[in-house]
C-alpha cells in the first residue's frame, strides 16, 4: 500500500522567532549618561536655590545653559544635584519598570528601559521601553498600560510631600523664572493640606507662584507633568491602551476627540499641544490587536477610574506661562512686521 502524505512528507520545520539580543551595555551606557545629565542640570537648580532665585532660572551669565565646565572646576557642585537627580531618575525607573514587570508576568517581551540623556531644562527626555511581542489579552493590555502610571505617581506623589517642606518664600524683590511654571490640582490641594496642619509654614501663606520650589519639587512636578501625558486618553500613550483594553471600538471616537481637545488648549494655554496632538493622531493610525477574551471587568474598572482621577491631578493645561499659539503668534507677527520692510529694501 502506498503511504499517506502525511507519512510520505517530511513535516517541515516551524522556525521559532528569535529573542532580540538584551544589549546590557547600552541600557547601562545610556542609564549613566542620564544620570549625569540630570546631575548637572540639578546642580545647577540647587545653585539658584540656594541663592534665592527660581530653580529654573537661566538669567545668571556668569554660567552657562549646560554648565558642564562650571562642574568640571568644582566637582564638589554635583553634590547639590543629586536629590533632583534621584528623584527624577527614580520616577522614570519607577515607571517604566511598572511596565516591565508587568510584561514579564504576562510573558510579553519587553526590552529594559532606554534612558534618553538630552542636555534640557531637566537633562533628560526621559525614558521608554520596545515591546518586541504580542499581547494575548485585554486584561494583559490593561495591567501593562496601568502599572506605569500608577507607580510613577506613587513617586512623585512622595517626593512632592517631602519637598514642599524644603521649599522656602521668594523674596519681594526676585522675579519670576522665565520658564514660570502652572501647577496641576495636585500641588495646590496638596500645598493647602500641609497649610493646614501648619506643616509647611514659611511656603504656605504665599501662592505656589511665589514660592521657591526645592529641586526636588521640580522633580516632582516633572513627575506629575509626565504621568498626565501618559494617561491621555488616545493613541498608543498608556491612557490609549487602557481605553483600547476596555472599549476597542470607542477608541478612535475618544482619540480624535481628545486630539480636538488638544487643539484649541495650544492655541489658548500652551503650543506644545500642537505636538501632542500630532503625535496622538500618528499613533491612532493603528493599535495591537488583543483577543477580546477575557474581558476587562471587576476591580480593573476601578482602577480605569483611578487612572482617570491621576489624569485630572497631574494634568497641567498651562505647563508654562507665557506660551500660548495665539502668544507666539502674534510675538511672530510682530517680529515680520519689523523685519520684512528691511528685508524688502535690502
Sequence with gaps: MAPSTV????????PEARAPRKRYWLHGLLLLATCFTTLVMGARMQYNFQRGEPALSIGDDSIPYFPADWIFSHPARLLGGLPFMATLMLFFMAHEMGHYLYCRRYGV?????FFIPMPTLIGTMGAVILIRS???????????????PIAGFAVAFAALMVSLAWSKPMHAGVAPAEYDLGYPLIFRWLHQALASMNLVRGPAALPLNRVL?????IA??????????????????????????????AHKVISRLTILTLLPMAYYLWVGWFLWAILLQISSFRHPQVAEW???????????????????????PAP????????????????LREVLPHWIRR
Excluded at 507519512?7 to 516551524?14: A, K, Q
Excluded at 504580542?134 to 506605569?148: E, K, Y
Excluded at 509626565?226 to 491612557?239: E, I, R, V
Design 213 to 217: 520650589l526645592h529641586p526636588t519639587a
Design 109 to 113: 517581551y519587553a526590552t529594559l528601559p
Design 220 to 249: 516632582a512636578w516633572v513627575g506629575m507633568f509626565a504621568t498626565s501625558l501618559n494617561l491621555l486618553p488616545g493613541g498608543q500613550l498608556d491612557g490609549g491602551h487602557i481605553i483600547f483594553s476596555i472599549a476597542p471600538k
Design 7 to 14: 507519512e510520505y512528507l517530511r513535516p517541515m520545520p516551524i
Design 294 to 316: 477575557p474581558r476587562v471587568s471587576g476591580g480593573r474598572i476601578w482602577l480605569a477610574a483611578c487612572a482617570l482621577l491621576m489624569l485630572v491631578l497631574t494634568l497641567t
Design 134 to 148: 504580542r499581547i494575548r489579552s485585554r486584561r494583559a493590555l490593561f495591567d501593562i498600560g496601568i502599572a506605569g
Design 320 to 335: 508654562f506661562t507665557h506660551s500660548a499659539g495665539r502668544e507666539l503668534a502674534h510675538g511672530l507677527a510682530d517680529f
